[in-house]
């Protein structure tokens, strides 16, 4: 597999703190996977994406992005490469209407407009929001709102797309939609995700699990392989998911095969428990 | 909050609505100007007649005019009530102590009306058929000559735009924090005039602490979306002149010479 992000002992701390918020922490991101990165509030998971991004800079260690060791020359050019989808839908929108805020990227790339006008359908058409072009997003929904996020981060595309706890402000329709759709635009476009959550359910789409804890990865692997450690998930400040929650609580007093179990799996041994009877 | 009319945008759809911006917004400062050489009864009516008719063309109900006025009601009633009794004349109907009611102060104060009521509908006018940012385009326009003695005209342009943006989210925001502070036993309607604007402190400081953490995220947002300093970006959104504006110019220097004939010198 191909390397996209490369993090090599990287450590930040902010001016006013005396612990460090990453820590001497190195991890490599493949092109086309989904990485999710979970950690309790104040595990350095926002911080890291802000490191990845040029929004801060490091106290020392390397980032490596598509090949090339990021420094101040070349910030400009890894950010095309990346898109970030932030938490508030509101605090993230620049335009006064959906295309105006989708145009805001090729505007600073100085894209000549006949070509922007093409880039905004596409977009817009990828994330299903071509109706709603012309509307101010006071009249969206922050399901709605995100959606029109990543058109705007798509328009420009980018490899990478990170989405900094994009959908822990969305009511769960609207985070299904927005998982569903990042998935499918994984897949179809190419792009490797990086979601960064405090929410372990929401990893589920993922192929790799990170877990950070004062800025540092304590776990590392498949959903499955993390989710099977539940119950020690508690020490790193996250909760079980609820599938696990009930396995262990089950097993007090059914026969249930080893392992984690996620709501399908469980359901069908539920059945077959319940046709043995 | 929204019972202002004045600077709020109506969608619709007529002639006053497809003229380019920056031709509104000049003509609106024009018009305003030269109600100021109207000085008689016939001047005034013929100005009167061109307002209808702009309000007829633009297929807004007329309601939305009249609650244009009402902000400024007090304003309107205040100055004509000072030109209705304090204008100087040789013959007055009433006169007692300082008071003076004439035939003149009459006419005179009807003059004033005319002028409030004419500016007002007017400006409503633009701001009923020109979305906020179509008015923040044109100011960028306008202005784009200063770009010559380095006023950063793009960046002031996006900054207005912003705000106009996050007017509605700082609503929100003010609502919601009253709300809160309103849970939490405040009166905000109770109380003297001292105690009402000291309960508006709890709102305030929050209100500052949120839009500065907005403004935070906003900043990042756009830094992570490649804004550097404005230099180098193209512009997605483009004004066009076109016949009929320059046809609407047209009209109203017409509309000037028939006013500066009706006037009397």
Redesign the interface.
């Known amino acids: 597999m191909e390397k996209i992000i490369s993090i090599k002992n990287l450590t930040y701390t902010y001016p006013d703190s005396k612990t460090p918020a990453i820590n001497d922490l190195s991890l490599d991101i493949y092109k086309n996977e989904w990485l999710s990165i979970v950690g309790k509030n104040g595990s350095g998971k926002s911080t890291l994406t802000k490191l990845i991004d040029g929004l801060i800079e490091a106290d020392s260690g390397t980032i490596v992005i598509d090949g090339e060791v990021i420094n101040e020359e070349n910030i400009w050019d890894a950010r095309t490469k990346i898109g970030i989808i932030f938490q508030n839908p509101d605090h993230q929108f620049v335009g006064a209407t959906v295309e105006d805020d989708v145009a805001f990227g090729l505007e600073n790339q100085g894209m000549p407009r006949e070509q922007m006008v093409k880039e905004i359908d596409r977009a817009l058409d990828l994330v299903k929001m071509s109706d709603f072009k012309t509307r101010d997003p006071q009249s969206l929904s922050g399901g709605q709102k995100q959606r029109v996020a990543i058109a705007g981060v798509l328009a420009t595309k980018p490899q990478i797309v990170i989405m900094d706890e994009s959908t822990s402000m969305l009511d769960p329709d609207g985070r299904k939609k927005v998982l569903d759709l990042v998935q499918k635009l994984r897949q179809e476009q190419d792009l490797t995700i990086i979601s960064i959550t405090h929410d372990i359910e929401e990893t589920e789409l993922s192929q790799r699990i990170v877990v950070i804890n004062d800025g540092k990865i304590v776990q590392a692997g498949t959903p499955s392989s993390i989710y099977d450690i539940g119950p020690h998930l508690t020490k790193f400040g996250l909760e079980e998911p609820f599938s696990s929650q009930l396995v262990q609580t089950l097993r007090n007093s059914v026969k249930l095969p080893e392992g984690y179990l996620n709501e399908e799996e469980l359901k069908e041994q539920l059945w077959k428990l319940h046709s043995s009877m | 909050m929204d019972k202002i009319i004045l600077g709020r945008y109506l969608p619709g759809d007529s002639l006053l609505y497809h003229l380019d911006p920056r031709g509104k917004f000049l003509l609106t400062f024009y018009f305003v100007g030269i109600v100021f050489l109207a000085n008689n009864g016939a001047s005034y009516a013929f100005l009167l007649a061109f307002v209808i008719f702009a309000v007829y063309l633009s297929k807004i109900n007329f309601g939305f005019f009249i609650k244009g006025l009402r902000p400024v009601f007090w304003l309107i009633l205040f100055t004509v009530a000072l030109q209705l009794l304090f204008t100087p004349s040789n013959n007055p109907i009433w006169h007692w102590g300082i008071f003076t009611f004439s035939k003149d102060g009459l006419v005179i104060a009807g003059y004033i009306f005319m002028r409030f009521v004419l500016i007002i509908f007017i400006s409503t006018l633009l701001t009923l058929t020109t979305?906020?940012?179509e008015i923040s385009d044109s100011i960028e326009s306008i202005l784009k000559p200063l770009k010559k003695v380095n006023f950063p005209v793009t960046q002031v342009a996006l900054m207005l735009?912003?705000a106009?943006?996050f007017v509605?989210?700082l609503v929100d925001e003010t609502t919601k924090i009253m709300d809160a502070q309103r849970a939490r036993g405040v009166d905000f309607g109770e109380g003297g005039l001292i105690k009402r604007i000291k309960s508006f402190v709890p709102i305030l400081i929050p209100l500052f602490v949120s839009s500065f953490s907005?403004a935070y995220?906003?900043a990042?947002?756009?830094?992570?979306?490649?804004?550097?300093d404005g230099e180098?970006?193209?512009?997605?959104?483009?004004l066009k002149w076109e016949k009929r504006d320059t046809l609407t110019i047209l009209f109203m220097l017409g509309l000037t010479v028939i006013l500066l004939f009706l006037r009397s010198y």
């Open positions: 979305t906020p940012i735009s912003i106009l943006r509605p989210l907005i995220d906003l990042i947002a756009m830094e992570s979306r490649g804004y550097k180098g970006r193209s512009k997605y959104r483009v």
